[in-house]
């Protein structure tokens, strides 16, 4: 079975991190960072990334500069483009700020990709025969119309990839309506049922679910134990609107 890992905290630059051990051996550097060490003012405290959510945008280029330099990028070089919870896969080298994705993959150790996030998935995928890695942004929109299999398809094994699925909302903290778990009621012990015509969606198996699909062995997979429930912590968008946005981050170093 996929193994679960507490994240920990270190401090870069000032600004703290949650590393993401798994990967380091296979050359990658990666965290996921929360809300704190930011400039952004109430309700958007404080590094929200996200440029969407009506935060002040000098705030943001501010907090993105701030991750940029903990993962030792130019600013120029930290790549995060516009998610549309659907299943476009982008090449980083091509993307702008302005593109339209929910995945990036990069070949380069020049470029560091992020994917935001407030309660959907944050997966990092790496080949473990290349130097070709991706990160994924995961909400029920794209698991149903299919991201991850997309993701997938720019890797030549499957079984070579290891993935790591970042903090996000619980079964517990999700509950979602019939519309929502008929897309996922193939896929076995997803959706708890919740009174009437409600039930509780575990977004993380769902994405765990779809990875063994598809031919990622479940020794591979690691998944964050820490949730973002409440959003004290990480952002979450079901705990307070608007919120911020948190960020997954990794970028090649080997």
């Known amino acids: ?81 516009q998610q ?31 994917i935001l996030v407030a309660d959907c998935v944050p997966l990092l995928l790496v080949d473990t025969t290349s130097s070709r890695f991706a990160l994924v942004h995961a909400g029920w929109r794209g698991l149903h119309l299919g991201v991850i299999a997309q993701t997938l398809q720019c890797f030549t094994n499957a079984p070579d990839i290891q993935v790591f699925l970042g903090p996000s909302i619980s079964r517990e903290g999700y509950q979602v309506g019939p519309e929502v778990a008929a897309h996922f009621a193939h896929l076995p012990g997803v959706l708890t049922p919740d009174g009437g015509d409600r039930s509780r969606l575990d977004l993380t198996l769902v994405a765990i679910r779809q990875l063994l699909e598809h031919g990622v062995a479940d020794a591979s997979i690691v998944r964050c134990q820490q949730v973002t429930d409440g959003g004290e912590v990480f952002f979450s968008d079901r705990a307070q609107r608007p919120c911020g946005r948190f960020a997954l981050v990794a970028k090649r170093t080997s």
């Open 1 to 81: 079975m996929p193994s679960d890992v507490a994240l920990s905290a270190e401090t870069r630059d000032d600004l703290t991190v949650h590393p993401v051990a798994s990967v380091r051996a296979l050359g990658i550097d990666a965290f996921v960072t929360d809300r704190f060490g930011g400039v952004s003012s109430p309700p958007y405290d404080s590094l929200n990334l996200g440029e969407h959510v009506g935060d002040r945008a000098s705030d943001v280029t501010e907090n993105r500069r701030r991750v940029a330099n903990a993962i030792n990028v130019d600013p120029t070089n930290l790549v995060i483009v």
């Open 84 to 114: 549309v919870h659907g299943a476009r896969v982008l090449d980083a080298s091509l993307a702008t700020a302005s593109s339209e994705a929910d995945a990036l993959f990069t070949d380069g150790c020049d470029q560091a990709l992020a």
